[in-house]
């Protein structure tokens, strides 16, 4: 995990940043900004995978039933989805509450947007559906739910296990406003990882929520 937190920094504000000026690429605009967390996401994807191969190969992990992600019987794990997903409008509200705790600007809502989704391209919008739906779930989950959560829960009780893992996951998202919530989240993705054991339970729970995000800010920069 310490290897991994110096990775995930060293790619996000020198490897990935040092690429873009290499490749001649501007660090302005919404869609330089997508592109930069999709080589980040993607890098990451690649790095958890060497790491946790790496680690626990000698473990036999898929054995022991980690990492397990059957599509198959879609009843084993929808259900827990959509139970998470009902949680996702009280989120979103704790969101909103501390963002007026902290006394931020509504308008950072619109900076926001425009700096994610900035000519508002259907590209730039592709490249950020690629991020927020596809990369950063999958390795997000790999190592907090598929690695951190199971691993845990050997030396904690069940509900330290998830607190300890939601807490962090929230913490390495390095936002004020979004501690409250993310902690909220990592709750209800470890609860729907321990309930099924499927790792496709949170990867669609984080995906879902990450769309729904970028839904708000088309929204929220087209005026509506």
Do not use: K
Request: hydrophobic content about 55%; proline content about 5%; aromatic content about 10%.
């Amino acid at each position: 995990m310490a290897l991994w937190l110096v990775l995930f920094w060293f790619a996000a504000y020198s490897l990935v940043p040092s690429l873009l000026r290499w490749a001649g690429i501007s660090s302005a605009g919404g869609a330089t900004q997508a592109l930069r967390h999709l080589v980040l996401d993607s890098i990451m994807v690649g790095a958890t995978l060497l790491l946790l191969r790496r680690g626990l190969r000698e473990h036999a992990p898929r054995r022991l039933g980690l990492f397990a992600a059957p599509l198959h019987p879609l009843r084993r794990w929808l259900p827990a989805v959509l139970a998470g997903a009902a949680t996702f409008p009280f989120v979103d509200w704790v969101h909103r509450r501390m963002v007026d705790l902290l006394s931020l600007e509504q308008a950072a809502a619109s900076g926001t947007a425009e700096q994610i989704l900035g000519t508002s391209s259907w590209g730039t919008q592709a490249l950020w559906f690629g991020v927020l739906a596809v990369c950063a779930p999958v390795w997000e989950e790999l190592i907090f739910r598929g690695f951190l959560l199971p691993s845990l829960a050997r030396y904690l009780p069940r509900w330290g296990a998830l607190a300890a893992t939601s807490l962090l996951f929230a913490m390495v998202h390095f936002s004020r406003e979004g501690l409250l919530p993310l902690l909220l989240l990592g709750c209800v993705f470890g609860g729907a990882y321990a309930s099924t054991r499927n790792l496709l339970a949170p990867i669609a729970l984080h995906s879902l929520w990450n769309v729904c995000l970028l839904v708000q800010l088309l929204r929220a920069g087209a005026g509506v």
